[in-house]
């Protein structure tokens, strides 16, 4: 039966399903189900569900860890922005992104997940520290994040018509609810849609305050070729149990007619061939596009096809960067460029969906490896036909020259675009070394001179000693830019010394605004 055409009005499926009006995926900040028992010993501090959607290239929140503080923290939740109206709140710890857990995940690894979920995402969030929570509640601290078993969770479908249509006809509730009859061996079931799974979205365009007549409208607009949204029986009953939304960004990829690609480049002689130039895309947001894939260089023999837009660089999301970074970036994996794009079909059909291709990436590796090994280089960019582009054919590379060492250096810093400074800091509660333990490619830190092994010997004038360690690091979170730091360099004496506190896991400072 072919739904866009011939729908059928059949009755509500009260018996086999339990309606929960708090399942609809933008309600904000929902909180787990009333009806689970094994959630009652909560009581009112219980985790909440925040769906975000960017709104001008950011959520409106930053991301802090903290001195002495378990836990990834949200902080500075801006006026009117996604985060404020969905609910986050200042002081909320971040148990998970997606559905999945990150309780026990490093900061950076939360940043690049949030950052990697593009235009939406899923938080679970827990108001105050986690250890008093757990404790007051009498709970396993370590796992407080409600997740879906593995397997469960919504589907994002594609399906193309054949000669009996879509392959469904739909049963619907009220308003909003809608389940989906497939037939056997129809298009549907072939797509991947479970039988009698909800319809969520079509089109990346929410169905819950549609009418059965203005959904069906909208499955007739959609031609020859639809996407769907749904969640099977089981991930409704489990969401419901656990009062997760079913959110876009929890849904795993079935038959989709385009996924990202992973290039892997190895420079040669002539380097490695292509151009990268920013323009605007499908969505109308700026990208950073390659082009001018030169035959029989490493970037053609990767698969690199003139039109791609790069996703990411090494695993890291460089949505929202400026041309300038994303160049710093390449250049700074030297000689081993490892990249993340989409040709333009693809492109549009995840800005369609308003989804990243990040989450559907069939290796699943979207975090990179590690830190990488930073050199800063001349970025080379040029001007051209009213667009910024970086010609990386045949670009040099070339090193940072260290200072001597023990030599003294004062660095100017302003936040870069993301309101974070591009750095990250070690030290060691039986000594006053301050370390520079990270530095982000590109970011403002990178550019100032920063480098992995320095000391920090001042922050606005204000000397750093035993006693006032801790105040120092406060203050570098506070205080208002530019920042200005006095720097020694120590080399490898300091790159050890950095490596033997992180290994103690002493004090790391970090901020991010996403």
Avoid at 16 to 37: E, M, R, T, V, Y
Wanted: hydrophobic residues 35%.
């Amino acid at each position: 039966m072919e739904a866009a055409t011939d729908l059928q009005d059949t009755a509500t499926l009260s018996l086999k399903f339990k309606f929960n009006p708090k399942l609809g995926i933008d309600n904000p900040a929902l909180s787990l189900a009333d009806d689970h028992d094994h959630l009652d010993s909560w009581g009112p501090q219980r985790p909440r569900f925040c769906l975000l959607s960017k709104e001008g290239g950011k959520f409106g929140f930053y991301l802090h860890k903290e001195l002495g503080q378990v836990g990834h923290i949200v902080r500075r939740v801006e006026p009117g922005t996604p985060a404020q109206r969905q609910g986050l709140q200042d002081g909320d710890r971040i148990l998970g992104v997606n559905g999945d857990s990150v309780e026990n995940e490093d900061y950076y690894g939360v940043v690049r997940r949030i950052q990697a979920s593009g235009p939406r995402v899923l938080l679970i969030v827990l108001a105050g520290p986690v250890e008093e929570v757990a404790r007051a509640c009498q709970v396993d601290g370590s796992n407080l994040c409600p997740v879906l078993d593995s397997g469960v969770r919504p589907r994002l479908c594609h399906v193309e018509k054949d000669d009996g249509g879509f392959g469904f006809s739909i049963t619907h509730g009220e308003r909003g609810f809608f389940w989906l009859m497939l037939s056997c061996g129809g298009a549907a079931e072939r797509a991947g849609v479970p039988q009698g799974a909800r319809l969520l979205e079509v089109n990346g365009i929410s169905v819950e305050s549609f009418s059965h007549s203005q959904l069906s409208r909208k499955l007739q607009q959609s031609g020859e070729q639809v996407t769907l949204l749904v969640a099977g029986p089981e991930v409704e009953e489990q969401c419901r149990q656990l009062g997760l939304p079913l959110a876009a960004p929890l849904a795993e990829g079935w038959a989709l007619p385009a996924r990202p690609r992973r290039l892997n480049l190895e420079k040669g002689p002539k380097g490695f061939g292509f151009l990268l130039r920013e323009e605007k895309g499908p969505n109308g947001q700026l990208g950073q596009f390659l082009w001018e894939v030169d035959p029989g260089l490493p970037a053609d023999q990767a698969g690199m096809q003139a039109g791609d837009r790069l996703v990411a660089v090494a695993g890291d999301s460089v949505e929202g960067l400026g041309h300038e970074e994303v160049v710093t970036r390449i250049q700074a994996q030297g000689c081993h460029l490892s990249l993340i794009v989409v040709d333009p079909d693809a492109d549009s059909f995840y800005s369609m969906v308003r989804l990243s291709p990040l989450l559907f990436l069939e290796d699943a590796g979207f975090q990179a490896d590690g830190p990488a090994s930073f050199q800063k280089l001349p970025s080379g960019s040029q001007v051209e036909d009213q667009a910024l582009a970086t010609n990386l054919a045949s670009s040099v590379s070339t090193s940072l020259v260290p200072p001597a060492l023990n030599s003294f250096r004062q660095c100017f810093l302003n936040p870069g675009p993301n309101g974070s400074y591009g750095f990250r800091l070690s030290c060691g509660t039986d000594k006053p070394d301050i370390i520079i333990s990270q530095v982000t490619p590109g970011g403002s830190a990178f550019q100032a001179g920063l480098q992995m092994g320095d000391a920090i010997l001042e922050v606005n004038g204000q000397s750093v000693n035993r006693e006032n360690v801790l105040e120092v690091l406060q203050q570098l979170t506070d205080a208002k830019p530019p920042l200005r730091l006095r720097l020694s360099a120590q080399g490898r004496r300091g790159i050890e010394a950095c490596n033997s506190l992180e290994s103690r896991k002493d004090w790391i400072l970090s901020c991010e605004r996403l």
